[in-house]
């Protein structure tokens, strides 16, 4: 099924700023602030680096809200409303259309590893739930399952699924969605992958490193879309040392860390995530670009 992306380019995975424990909202507006300077056209709020798992649905809805109301119509909001209960994902996902959200990321199940079946009727009965786009999430490092190219053949019939958001570090699979899924918009995963990801036809990425240099992952995304992909991989390469920095821990304990370094202090992640460690710290801030 062909159809218009949903967006293309880079979606920053936005991180969620803490105070004394708590959401902490005027950091995030300049968060969000920080992202539309750098003219980046889609966020994720509660995400894997905004910590969905520690935060309570109402502080996800009034994060979704206070987002949007915050960007207008200068950027899609894309909510984090991905469970591995099927009817709490219906009802956080359908609070979430209500209060404003543009579009929905969706975790596929994780602990609980359905089968291929159970993955379509979670994803199908999310989808016929709501009336906005819903991006599928296959993260099989987190979940333990990895979503088949099958699957994503018969979730592509369903006219609000817009796609995926792949992070399984497989190039061949990308290549076989494309194959087998004509339409499908893919979204990279990993920021290491961004520019092998669209030249195989890609739509962009939903990214953490963006958090700490958007401009510099818009440009590297906006080169590969151009075509000219000198550029690009020129931009991926020098990349490289940055990412691998900002992963050199379980996400989000590095890039909070790094937002910090860079003027955004967004507080400690919440238990059980703890802070990064020292030595991790020093090489860190050697890669961090200067604002």
């Not at 798992?53 to 109301?69: G, H, I, N």
């Not at 920021?191 to 958090?211: A, E, F, K, R």
Request: glycine letters at 6%; a negative charge; one cysteine or more.
């Amino acid at each position: 099924m062909n159809r218009k992306p949903f967006f293309t380019g880079v979606c920053t995975a936005l991180v969620t700023p803490f105070l004394r424990g708590e959401v902490n909202y005027p950091m995030l507006e300049r968060l969000l602030q920080y992202q539309l300077d750098a003219v980046i056209r889609a966020i994720v709020i509660c995400g894997t680096t905004g910590e969905s798992p520690t935060l309570s649905d109402a502080e996800k809805l009034e994060l979704f809200k206070r987002a949007k109301a915050y960007v207008g119509d200068r950027c899609s909001i894309i909510a984090g409303t991905g469970s591995n209960c099927t009817e709490h994902a219906i009802a956080l996902s359908r609070a979430a259309e209500a209060v404003g959200a543009d579009g929905l990321l969706l975790v596929s199940p994780y602990y609980n590893k359905a089968t291929p079946e159970g993955l379509y009727a979670h994803y199908s009965a999310i989808a016929t739930a709501v009336h906005i786009p819903c991006i599928l999430y296959n993260v099989p490092s987190r979940t333990g399952v990895d979503i088949p190219v099958e699957v994503y053949q018969k979730l592509s019939r369903i006219p609000n699924i817009a796609g995926v958001k792949e992070a399984s570090s497989d190039i061949v699979k990308i290549a076989r969605i494309r194959e087998e899924c004509p339409g499908f918009s893919i979204w990279s995963g990993n920021d290491d992958q961004i520019v092998p990801v669209l030249s195989l036809g890609g739509q962009g990425v939903i990214s953490v490193l963006s958090n700490v240099a958007p401009e510099k992952t818009k440009a590297m995304a906006d080169a590969a879309l151009d075509g000219d992909f000198d550029t690009a991989a020129a931009l991926q390469i020098a990349l490289l040392p940055l990412i691998r920095a900002l992963f050199s821990e379980v996400n989000p304990i590095p890039v909070k860390a790094a937002m910090q370094e860079i003027g955004f202090d967004c507080g400690a992640c919440r238990l059980p995530l703890t802070s990064i460690t020292p030595e991790n710290f020093e090489k860190l801030k050697s890669v961090l670009p200067l604002r």
